[in-house]
């Protein structure tokens, strides 16, 4: 932070002459000496509407003395030159002191200097006891924060394989996220359980994941050390699925993809929040801690508010980790190492233990016979869907392959894979007319199944030209293949805002 320095020369002035003309100056310019030693003293300028106050420190030994003025809070510049400008008028201040300074006759200064230095060892000792308290506590400065470090590493190591895979670096498809193990409903309470836990390490662009990752940090290095590593992950996992369950509940009748680390942030900040309400800590650190986090919590939850973020999620987290916190507090209480290290093992257990109960939950809960129909119009839609883009994804591969593929090889996948795969991508979305769709999925419905035609229409009449050697009849095939592509190319445009508009309802 920017500071400016310079050396006051004091000849044959003894050190407690040079202590007390410093006091002298300090009170002539009307700023608060803070801190009082041997050869050391600490003031601070005022503070105004329209600046803060700098630290002023005087060091002096036989024949100097250094000035320093430093701003300290957290200023990347001195633009005005105000560092400069303190150690110029408390220049001009002890001059002038000095000038008038008779020895021997400042008996009531160094009496206020005395009380200041007595009234400084026993703010030092104090602050020293406080963070002792602190770190017996957090372990702020005798633990460490590797685990969230790897935490981080792994969400930044799936996204770099997702990108590798071909996915979007700043907007990936939904269908690219389930792919990757998102929280879909129709798949997660149908047998896929783990997506519960996989979407925790997904995320939805690179902004995403930077958000996610800097929230993680920043509760990371509080939480870990109090914690220890096993504790903290178990709760971590823990509070990520209970955003994932709350996910469900909520979107249990809607098309909503959810990933991202944020709901298992969410938790982890509601555990801390939980601790923070409490005497643990220390009151002295405490208050401003509860603060910076009850203001971080509640800006995202109301930016949450908006469309596309997963409210749901974080709510389901943080309140996770809220209940997290009560849990943890009651073996946080015991003083002794020995009893929090008995302890650790089995809280860690709990946390894994519950961890599977939510998935249970969430599986049982939402699926056939439970308070979420699996045969709903909606879930019918999702499956269909998800099992479209499979099929979907291997008619493309074929033409994407064609190049390497003899004609007869090429031939034989347009039929038997290509066609086929359309075929029965149409009767996905003929099936679901009886669904009660609302009238924008019905839409999108009847689009897809002629979009289906069209590809089969496409895929056959690629087989009639490799076929026929009559020029006529090739001809015309040409023309019904370039006009039946641009047919599914118009009607792709068409799904993609559609789909955009289904998108935005469910949200």
Same mark, same amino acid.
């Given at each position: 932070m920017?500071?400016?320095q /310079?050396? #006051?020369?004091?000849?044959?002035?003894?050190?407690?002459?040079?202590?007390i003309?410093?006091?002298?100056?300090?009170?002539?310019?009307?700023?608060?000496t803070?801190?009082?030693?041997e050869?050391?003293?600490?003031?601070?300028?005022? *503070?105004?509407?329209?600046?803060?106050?700098?630290?002023v420190?005087?060091?002096?030994? *036989?024949g100097?003395?250094?000035?320093?003025s430093?701003?300290?809070?957290?200023?990347?510049?001195?633009?005005f030159?105000?560092?400069?400008k303190?150690?110029?008028?408390?220049?001009?201040?002890?001059?002038?002191v000095?000038?008038l300074?008779?020895?021997?006759?400042e008996?009531?200064?160094?009496?206020?200097i005395?009380e200041?230095e007595?009234a400084?060892?026993?703010?030092?000792?104090?602050?020293l006891?406080?963070?002792?308290e602190?770190?017996?506590?957090?372990?702020?400065?005798?633990?460490?924060?590797?685990?969230?470090?790897?935490?981080?590493?792994i969400?930044?190591?799936?996204?770099i394989?997702?990108?590798?895979?071909?996915v979007?670096? !700043?907007?990936?498809?939904a269908?690219?996220?389930i792919?990757?193990?998102?929280?879909?409903?129709?798949?997660?309470?149908?047998? @896929?359980?783990?997506?519960?836990?996989?979407c925790i390490?997904?995320?939805?662009?690179?902004l995403?994941? #930077?958000f996610?990752?800097?929230?993680?940090?920043?509760?990371?290095?509080?939480l870990?050390?109090?914690?220890?590593?096993?504790l903290f992950?178990?709760?971590?996992?823990?509070?990520?699925?209970?955003?994932?369950?709350?996910?469900?509940?909520?979107?249990?009748?809607e098309?909503l993809?959810?990933?991202?680390?944020?709901?298992a #942030?969410?938790?982890?900040?509601?555990l801390?929040l939980a601790?923070?309400?409490?005497?643990?800590?220390?009151?002295?650190?405490?208050s401003?801690?509860?603060?910076?986090?009850?203001?971080?919590v509640?800006y995202?939850l109301?930016?949450?508010?908006?469309?596309?973020?997963?409210?749901?999620?974080?709510?389901?987290?943080?309140v996770?980790?809220?209940?997290?916190?009560? #849990?943890v507090?009651?073996?946080?209480?015991?003083?002794? @190492? /020995?009893?929090?290290?008995?302890?650790?093992?089995?809280?860690?257990?709990? !946390?894994?233990?519950?961890t599977?109960?939510?998935i249970?939950?969430?599986?049982?809960s939402?699926?056939?016979?439970?308070?979420?129909?699996?045969?709903?119009?909606v879930?019918r839609?999702?499956?269909?869907?998800?099992e479209?883009?499979?099929?979907?994804?291997e008619?493309?591969?074929?033409?994407?392959?064609?190049?390497?593929?003899?004609?007869?090889e090429?031939m034989?996948?347009?039929r038997?894979i290509?066609?086929?795969?359309?075929?029965?991508?149409?009767?996905? !979305?003929?099936?679901?007319?009886?669904?009660?769709?609302?009238?924008?999925?019905?839409? !999108?419905?009847?689009?897809?199944v002629?979009?289906?035609?069209l590809? *089969?229409?496409k895929a056959e009449?690629?087989?009639?030209?490799?076929?026929?050697t009559?020029p006529?009849?090739? @001809?015309?095939?040409?023309?019904d293949?370039?006009?039946? /592509?641009?047919?599914?190319?118009?009607?792709?445009?068409?799904?993609?805002?559609?789909a955009? /508009?289904i998108?935005?309802?469910n949200?």
């Amino acid at each position: 932070m920017p500071q400016h320095q /310079e050396t #006051i020369v004091t000849d044959s002035l003894a050190l407690e002459d040079v202590r007390i003309i410093c006091y002298q100056a300090l009170e002539k310019l009307g700023w608060k000496t803070i801190l009082a030693a041997e050869n050391i003293l600490v003031a601070k300028t005022p *503070q105004t509407w329209k600046r803060y106050a700098n630290d002023v420190t005087m060091e002096w030994e *036989q024949g100097s003395l250094r000035v320093t003025s430093k701003m300290t809070h957290g200023e990347l510049i001195d633009a005005f030159g105000r560092t400069k400008k303190d150690v110029a008028d408390f220049t001009a201040a002890f001059q002038s002191v000095r000038e008038l300074y008779q020895p021997g006759q400042e008996t009531a200064v160094q009496e206020k200097i005395q009380e200041l230095e007595a009234a400084s060892i026993q703010k030092v000792e104090t602050e020293l006891q406080l963070a002792a308290e602190t770190d017996r506590v957090m372990k702020i400065y005798s633990g460490n924060s590797h685990l969230t470090v790897v935490l981080i590493a792994i969400n930044l190591l799936v996204f770099i394989a997702m990108v590798a895979g071909g996915v979007n670096f !700043f907007e990936p498809s939904a269908d690219d996220i389930i792919r990757w193990g998102g929280n879909l409903a129709s798949l997660t309470t149908e047998g @896929e359980w783990w997506r519960m836990l996989s979407c925790i390490f997904v995320h939805i662009g690179i902004l995403h994941l #930077i958000f996610n990752m800097y929230g993680l940090y920043i509760i990371g290095r509080y939480l870990e050390p109090m914690l220890g590593k096993p504790l903290f992950l178990s709760a971590y996992l823990f509070t990520g699925v209970g955003a994932s369950l709350a996910s469900l509940w909520w979107h249990r009748n809607e098309i909503l993809v959810s990933a991202g680390a944020s709901g298992a #942030i969410f938790g982890m900040f509601g555990l801390f929040l939980a601790l923070l309400l409490t005497d643990l800590i220390p009151k002295q650190v405490r208050s401003t801690m509860l603060q910076s986090t009850a203001v971080f919590v509640g800006y995202n939850l109301i930016y949450g508010i908006k469309g596309g973020v997963d409210n749901s999620a974080h709510i389901g987290g943080l309140v996770a980790g809220f209940l997290s916190g009560l #849990i943890v507090y009651q073996f946080l209480l015991k003083k002794e @190492e /020995e009893k929090q290290r008995s302890v650790k093992p089995m809280m860690t257990v709990l !946390f894994l233990l519950l961890t599977a109960v939510l998935i249970w939950v969430g599986i049982n809960s939402f699926s056939t016979g439970g308070g979420y129909n699996s045969q709903s119009g909606v879930d019918r839609y999702q499956k269909a869907a998800t099992e479209y883009t499979r099929l979907e994804a291997e008619a493309l591969k074929v033409y994407e392959n064609s190049n390497t593929l003899s004609r007869a090889e090429y031939m034989r996948q347009l039929r038997e894979i290509v066609i086929p795969n359309w075929k029965k991508g149409e009767e996905l !979305f003929r099936d679901l007319e009886d669904a009660g769709l609302n009238e924008g999925m019905h839409e !999108f419905r009847e689009a897809m199944v002629d979009y289906s035609r069209l590809q *089969q229409r496409k895929a056959e009449t690629t087989i009639l030209l490799f076929e026929t050697t009559t020029p006529a009849v090739n @001809e015309t095939m040409t023309r019904d293949l370039n006009l039946t /592509e641009e047919k599914i190319d118009s009607l792709i445009i068409r799904l993609q805002k559609m789909a955009e /508009e289904i998108q935005k309802d469910n949200q």
